[in-house]
């Protein structure tokens, strides 16, 4: 799942991306907020210190004067809203433009962050509400949602269980039997860890039973220390979870040198295992931090060398032969292979308020489209916005031709004006 790889000579006219008249759906505010953000975006510095810059200007400002200030630029941008009514107008207004909601709670925890089991019980109990007003709401068919283990599971225990089952793997069906409320033992886990691993795998469970036949829940891959601890709970989900349809997803990066291989292994175990492999394609967005604790811990830096080359990595995970059909890159493949554009194998993403231009230009075509919608208030996403600012910084100030765009739809709207036109 994700946005499309332009290649010239396979792509019609209108599948271009090339357009500004994408844009004609926007308001004149709209237009100037995005060119605006994205002119700020384009700055290192700003990007790198924004975390700094945004406390500070909190203790100035105070919540509220913060809160006023950041609301309608920033936040308005990347950020639903804050209330199901806030929520539900910014959806309403993308289901009329052929645009689809996943939404995402802006909830997740690194190494030194963990705050106990009645914190993740509080974000189990908010995930289950997200699952229901991604399904309760008429906002679009096929509802999907965003999950973040580490938000239901501390991050000390996903990279013991990388350490552990490196050298020994886990049966799918002991995590499963845990689901269902087993108690057991976990080889190599102490009874604290073991406790707290049988909670978090009940949390998710509890997630994934609500959202089964209702929503489609893509779970975030995030740091390499702990991604195949993820895997491996997220593949117990799928086992049991997706026997009759594509319920749970895994992410895969396609900036990570070994995408390929953990791509074939996922494959592999779906067949053994006699489950529905769900597959969300991204290229990445922890590369900074990844490359400092490789060359920290003296390890081969396990990104690819550069953006071109992930982009390269990413097409040809693309046609890797997924349930027999080759995605994505080629639209008119899907065509020449009976595929149907909404047919629910095949579907984009991007985030809300970034890449608008493929968005609405696929949505107008037929595609099905989703943008990551985050929600809640300020101050509960503003660590989503900094850390996403942070971690996608290559992308950002790779926007150029976003903003390109921008401008000339921006030009072109003045001149309507100018000869009385609009």
């Known amino acids: 799942m994700t946005a499309a790889v332009r290649q010239p000579g396979l792509l019609s006219a209108s599948l271009a991306f090339e357009d500004p008249s994408a844009f004609r759906v926007k308001s004149l505010a709209e237009l100037l907020r995005a060119l605006g953000v994205f002119h700020l975006c384009s700055f290192p510095l700003l990007v790198n210190n924004c975390g700094k810059l945004m406390a500070g200007a909190r203790t100035l400002l105070g919540r509220r004067g913060f809160s006023f200030l950041l609301r309608p630029t920033v936040y308005a941008q990347f950020v639903a809203g804050e209330n199901e009514r806030e929520i539900s107008q910014s959806m309403g207004k993308m289901s009329l433009l052929g645009l689809r909601p996943m939404l995402a709670v802006p909830i997740e925890e690194d190494l030194g962050e963990s705050t106990g089991e009645t914190r993740y019980d509080d974000n189990m109990e908010a995930m289950l509400e997200c699952v229901r007003m991604s399904h309760s709401n008429a906002w679009s068919k096929d509802p999907m949602m965003q999950l973040k283990i ?3 599971l501390s991050p000390e225990l ?11 793997p886990y049966d799918l069906s002991l995590l499963v039997r845990a689901m269902d409320g087993e108690r057991l033992t976990f080889p190599g886990l102490e009874e604290e860890d073991a406790e707290h691993f049988m909670c978090g795998l009940q949390r998710l469970n509890k997630i994934a039973e609500a959202s089964v036949n209702k929503v489609r829940v893509l779970v975030d891959a995030e740091y390499t220390y702990m991604n195949p601890a993820l895997t491996l709970v997220t ?5 049991k979870f997706n026997k009759d349809g594509a319920w749970i997803w895994n992410t895969y ?12 292994e996922a494959l592999h175990l779906s067949q053994t295992e006699g489950f529905c492999l769900g597959v969300k394609l991204v290229r990445g967005a922890y590369m900074d931090k990844e490359r400092k604790l490789a060359e920290k811990e003296g390890r081969l830096d396990p990104i690819h060398p550069s953006w071109e080359e992930t982009n390269k990595r990413f097409e040809a995970h693309l046609n890797v032969d997924l349930h027999n059909y080759k995605l994505l890159t080629h639209f008119h493949v899907m065509e020449d292979l009976g595929i149907d554009k909404d047919g629910g194998s095949v579907c984009f993403g991007q985030l809300l308020g970034m890449c608008d231009h493929v968005s609405l230009t696929l949505a107008k075509e037929g595609y099905p489209v989703y943008k990551s919608v985050p929600y809640g208030s300020v101050d509960d996403t503003l660590p989503y ?8 910084r290559t992308v950002l100030q790779g926007i150029r031709k976003e903003r390109d765009l921008l401008r000339q ?5 003045m001149r309507l004006r100018l000869r009385g036109g609009g």
Do not use: D
Request: contains cysteine; aromatic residues 2%.
């Open 253 to 264: 990066q396609c900036y990570l040198k070994e995408s390929r291989s953990l791509l074939s």
């Open 235 to 239: 593949m117990a989900l799928m086992k």
């Open 150 to 152: 580490t938000a239901l």
């Open 385 to 392: 916005l900094v850390r996403r600012a942070q971690e996608n």
């Open 158 to 168: 996903c990279v013991k269980l990388t350490t552990l089952i490196a050298r020994q």
């Open 409 to 413: 739809e921006l030009r072109h709207r």
